[in-house]
T-cell receptor, first 114, second 110 residues
Framework: DAGVTQSPTHLIKTRGQQVTLRCSPISGHKSVSWYQQVLGQGPQFIFQYYEKEERGRGNFPDRFSARQFPNYSSELNVNALLLGDSALYLC?????????????FGPGTRLTVT | QKEVEQNSGPLSVPEGAIASLNCTYSDRGSQSFFWYRQYSGKSPELIMFIYSNGDKEDGRFTAQLNKASQYVSLLIRDSQPSDSATYLCAVKRGYQKVTFGTGTKLQVIP
């Protein structure tokens, strides 16, 4: 079975631009979460979606937004990019957003803001 | 106090030895506990999860959970150079977010 897929793999943007990252979960998984990981740190939670509804939001500015589609795929949008947004963006899927369901990560999108 | 704390390392062990990785967490209501392995430049890979107090074994890996002490550990037996990576501890409470530690870098010396 295919794992979590993300696109694009790498992305270079300039400050002030907008970016959209995409994620397809493992087949049968209904929950998608987004994380930001900077070098030397653990992943930081951005959003969780379950059954197309936002179930959680981390401590990120309103420039970050996301949505989940009827096929459970998801997009993360970041507006007005800052240099500090440069990071590895990870998508993780799980069957459910609740207790007892483990998350599996995709390969990530490496975003560089210049 | 950080929500999930790990020693950043590096933890160096000789090939064939047991590597012991530790993690403490602050939320007593945490219910799910995960260990991820992350190679440099790659995404985290789930290697163990544990939900109940005690030990859980899977091949060379053993996860240990002590909720009273708010402590979770990962033992890697017969460590191999290919085990050299950063190991991330993560905890979850109910439907809430998964919180990660900063990771422990493990170096297995041939």
């Amino acid at each position: 079975d295919a794992g979590v897929t993300q696109s694009p793999t790498h992305l270079i943007k300039t400050r002030g631009q907008q970016v959209t990252l995409r994620c397809s979960p493992i087949s049968g998984h209904k929950s998608v979460s987004w994380y930001q990981q900077v070098l030397g740190q653990g992943p930081q939670f951005i959003f969780q979606y379950y059954e197309k509804e936002e179930r959680g939001r981390g401590n990120f500015p309103d420039r970050f937004s996301a949505r989940q589609f009827p096929n459970y795929s998801s997009e993360l949008n970041v507006n007005a990019l800052l240099l500090g947004d440069s990071a590895l963006y990870l998508c993780a899927s799980s069957f459910s957003g609740g207790q007892g369901y483990e998350q599996y990560f995709g390969p990530g999108t490496r975003l560089t803001v210049t | 106090q950080k929500e999930v704390e790990q020693n950043s390392g590096p933890l160096s062990v000789p090939e064939g030895a047991i590597a012991s990785l530790n993690c403490t967490y602050s939320d007593r209501g945490s219910q799910s506990f995960f260990w991820y392995r992350q190679y440099s430049g790659k995404s985290p890979e789930l290697i163990m999860f544990i939900y109940s107090n005690g030990d859980k074994e899977d091949g060379r890996f053993t996860a240990q959970l002590n909720k009273a002490s708010q402590y979770v550990s990962l033992l890697i037996r017969d460590s191999q150079p290919s085990d050299s990576a950063t190991y991330l501890c993560a905890v979850k409470r109910g439907y809430q977010k998964v919180t990660f530690g900063t990771g422990t870098k493990l170096q297995v010396i041939p």
